[in-house]
């Protein structure tokens, strides 16, 4: 869970890119800058929740009686290289303890100087304020806070949040000046995964080799990765307990949610899994994740090229062997409409220009197949376009040439379309329906080799029944409603 939130709560989330603070010349974090932005971003972050249009009055009603922000970090672990301190290290968690806790101090200063300026958020009551384990240790770190929140109250019920940051944190390192200027980033508060690794994406799966590793090589005549200092490590390369007492030094100054990590190999075994939880409970976390490599078929990285894969990808390769396994049916090419068919509407929005509208997208069954696509809205300047669309598609689904007119109904709506089009909606629908009944023909072909067989409707007489779905294809009688 990225962040914990009240009923109807809001949060909006920022982060600092921390090998931006990188003294180089000094070997030390640029403490003068860092303090400057942290106020800057409390600041920023504040103004927004009085900028951003709510969709619910509900969310805006609680947001603005409390102001909940969440600042956090990335690139934790490229700093840390930087300053040749090694990750998960005791000399290093012993900087990144004097780190957040320089943080946590400037954005709760800020905070409370804000609201002397703009007033204390509408909930703020110091007695019940205080009484948070992270309030204590803060004000008993720095007791001076205490006459301040005393006197002026605080803008904003709470105000560090530790993200994943992947896709963030993703696109800043393939920014080639950003990584010439300040060595690129680490996600969230995490390490390095891998000095070469494959990453899975919707465009397919891409090799990629960190920058700082790279660099470092080149710059010191170094051939081979593991002749790499002793502080370049990797998730991989930590112990699991590592990753834990990281999140456990960083979590003491996060007010609110925190993502982490620990990455255990793949022999990791159930005792192993019961110490690793019991150390977090010793430590105080508030929760934590493990992943022990290989667990999963779908891996966004991995170290072989193989390995990387997105659950769609997955999915994609089983349906493929699937559709190959199966003889195509020879089929009439046009086959007469019952009179009466039965299928579902769904009502499905979608963008045209700069506006946004509503449609309404019915799908009528015959057989398990779809046979027929109707689309409606009320909006003049795409009704004509919408219904277009639906007899389209159904003329793909019933006369298309292809061995799967339902794969060719799907690539046929989404060519050249983005998401959030209308074409790209309906084909959201069929996919739905192409899993569904794929899982179920993996599910029947998984059954020892016993035949899936429909049973006799109750309703209409017809060998239609599916007694595991609990639907009559025929007549679309569910004994479940």
């Known amino acids: 869970m990225e962040q914990g939130l009240?009923?109807?709560?809001?949060c909006n989330l920022g982060h600092f890119v921390l090998s931006r603070f990188y003294d180089k010349e000094n070997n030390d974090v640029l403490w003068n800058d860092l303090e400057r932005a942290v106020r800057i971003a409390v600041r920023l972050q504040d103004n927004i929740i009085d900028y951003t249009p709510y969709f619910l009055e509900e969310n805006k009603q609680v947001q603005l009686s409390e102001r909940r922000v969440g600042i956090g970090s990335m690139g934790l672990g490229t700093l840390m290289i930087q300053l040749g301190l090694?990750?998960?290290?005791?000399?290093?968690?012993?900087?990144?303890?004097?780190?957040?806790?320089?943080i946590a101090k400037t954005a709760y200063e800020a905070s409370m100087d804000y609201a002397e300026e703009k007033g204390a958020f509408p909930k703020y009551d110091y007695e019940q304020f205080i009484q948070s384990g992270f309030m204590k240790r803060l004000l008993k770190e720095f007791p001076h806070l205490k006459n301040k929140l005393k006197k002026q109250g605080i803008r904003n019920v709470t105000l560090l949040t530790q993200a994943p940051t992947g896709s963030t944190a993703t696109y800043i390192n393939n920014i080639p000046l950003f990584r010439k200027l300040f060595g690129g980033s680490t996600s969230g508060i995490e390490p390095y995964f891998s000095w070469e690794y494959w990453r899975a994406g919707r465009l397919g799966v891409n090799k990629q080799t960190e920058y700082i590793a790279e660099q470092y090589m080149k710059e010191h005549n170094i051939d081979n990765i593991e002749d790499l200092p002793d502080y370049f490590v990797t998730s991989m390369e930590l112990q699991a307990s590592d990753h834990v007492k990281v999140q456990a030094a960083i979590q003491k100054w996060t007010d609110s949610s925190i993502s982490?990590?620990?990455?255990?190999?793949?022999?990791?075994t159930i005792e192993q899994t019961d110490e690793l939880y019991m150390l977090s409970y010793d430590l105080g976390l508030k929760g934590m994740t493990i992943y022990r490599d290989g667990s999963r078929e779908a891996q966004v990285l991995a170290t072989n090229e193989e390995d990387a894969k997105l659950e769609s990808h997955i999915e994609a390769e089983?349906?493929?062997k699937l559709?190959?396994?199966?003889?195509?049916?020879?089929?009439?090419?046009?086959?007469?409409?019952?009179?009466?068919?039965?299928?579902?509407?769904?009502?499905v929005g979608f963008s045209y220009g700069d506006n946004f509208g509503r449609a309404y997208v019915t799908i009528n069954m015959k057989d398990g197949e779809v046979w027929e696509v109707f689309v409606s809205t009320k909006i003049k300047e795409v009704s004509s376009l919408?219904?277009?669309?639906?007899?389209?598609?159904t003329k793909?689904?019933?006369?298309?040439g292809a061995s799967d007119n339902l794969q060719q109904a799907i690539d046929t709506l989404t060519y050249d379309q983005t998401m959030g089009t209308l074409p790209y909606a309906i084909a959201g629908i069929l996919k739905d329906i192409q899993k569904e009944k794929f899982e179920l023909e993996v599910k029947t072909s998984n059954n020892e080799g016993k035949k899936f067989e429909l049973a006799e409707c109750p309703?209409?007489?017809?060998?239609?029944?599916?007694?595991g779905n609990c639907i009559c294809s025929a007549c679309g009688v569910s004994k479940c409603n």
């Open 6 to 10: 009240p009923e109807f709560g809001v």
């Open 86 to 102: 090694r990750y998960g290290s005791d000399k290093g968690n012993e900087f990144i303890d004097k780190l957040y806790k320089f």
């Open 386 to 393: 919408a219904k277009a669309l639906g007899l389209m598609t």
């Open 318 to 320: 089983k349906l493929k």
């Open 323 to 347: 559709k190959e396994s199966k003889q195509v049916e020879n089929k009439p090419l046009i086959q007469k409409r019952p009179k009466r068919l039965y299928g579902f509407t769904d009502k």
């Open 396 to 400: 793909l689904l019933r006369l298309g």
């Open 459 to 467: 309703n209409c007489g017809e060998k239609a029944y599916d007694k």
């Open 260 to 268: 982490k990590t620990a990455n255990c190999p793949s022999d990791f």
